[in-house]
């Protein structure tokens, strides 16, 4: 069965960086892109951007771009998402999800990792 | 930006009840429309794409329609487990979702 796993619960100081992993199995990796969504707390859900696992091409959000770094290592069918420069406004939970298609970022997000919360706090 | 604006924010119905939550698009997204729902601290789940296809192993008593830069979710004969807060999500140019509904069973 599909399976999204991220890895666990950060806390992090203002201009720090953050790296978060998903690893995925279940479905042959580059057969799909994975986007990435945050929700900040008692907030609704924020796309973040999206990764081409087939052909590395990828789309950030304005809010996110110079920020934020997509990248896939298909060796072990691991996706990450990389936040530098954090801010009190970071602190959020962050999802990974597979999209599905391979080569774009406008399809449904038909399985999705557990979550990950970030904490930004002096 | 394509802005998704969902009504009504908040929602409370009786089991048993029919309820339409809809979902306005800033300009006109075709059929790229999807809605999800989520629980309290879970993650969201998938329930149609394509504006009115339902995905597999969603109840049939959920439904969505529109197209262009109007849609609905209709949930007929509400069910103790449909609470949650519900959001549509454009995907015709990049992504982008609405605010969201909380629904809460009377």
């Known amino acids: 069965q599909v399976q999204l796993v991220q890895s666990g619960a950060e806390v992090k100081k203002p201009g720090a960086s953050v790296k978060v992993s998903c690893k995925t199995s279940?479905?042959?990796?580059?057969?799909?892109?994975i986007s990435w969504v945050r929700q900040a707390p008692g907030q609704g859900l924020e796309w973040v951007g999206w990764?081409?696992?087939?052909?590395?091409?990828?789309f950030l959000t304005k809010d996110f771009r110079g920020r934020a770094t997509l990248t896939t290592d298909t060796s072990t069918t691991t996706a990450y998402l990389e936040l530098r420069k954090l801010k009190s406004d970071d602190t959020a939970v962050y999802y990974c999800?597979?999209?599905?298609?391979?080569?774009?970022?406008?399809?449904?997000?038909?399985?999705w990792g557990q979550g990950t919360q970030i904490t930004v706090s002096s | 930006d394509i802005q998704m604006t969902q009504t009504p924010s908040n929602l409370s119905a009786s089991v048993g009840d029919s309820l339409t939550i809809t979902c306005r698009a800033s300009?006109?997204?075709?059929?790229?429309l999807a809605w999800y729902q989520q629980k309290p601290g879970k993650a969201p789940k998938l329930l149609i794409y394509?504006?009115?296809n339902l995905e597999r192993g969603v109840p049939s008593r959920f439904s969505g329609g529109g197209s262009g830069t109007d849609f609905t979710l209709t949930i007929n004969s509400l069910q103790p487990d449909d609470f949650g807060t519900y959001y549509c999500?454009?995907?015709?140019?990049?992504?982008?979702f609405g605010q969201g509904t909380r629904l809460q069973i009377k």
């Open positions: 999500q454009q995907y015709d140019r990049s992504s982008s």
């Open positions: 300009q006109s997204i075709s059929s790229w």
């Open positions: 394509r504006a009115s």
């Open positions: 279940g479905y042959t990796f580059s057969d799909n892109g």
């Open positions: 990764i081409s696992v087939y052909n590395g091409n990828t």
């Open positions: 999800a597979r999209v599905r298609n391979a080569y774009s970022e406008s399809y449904p997000l038909d399985f």
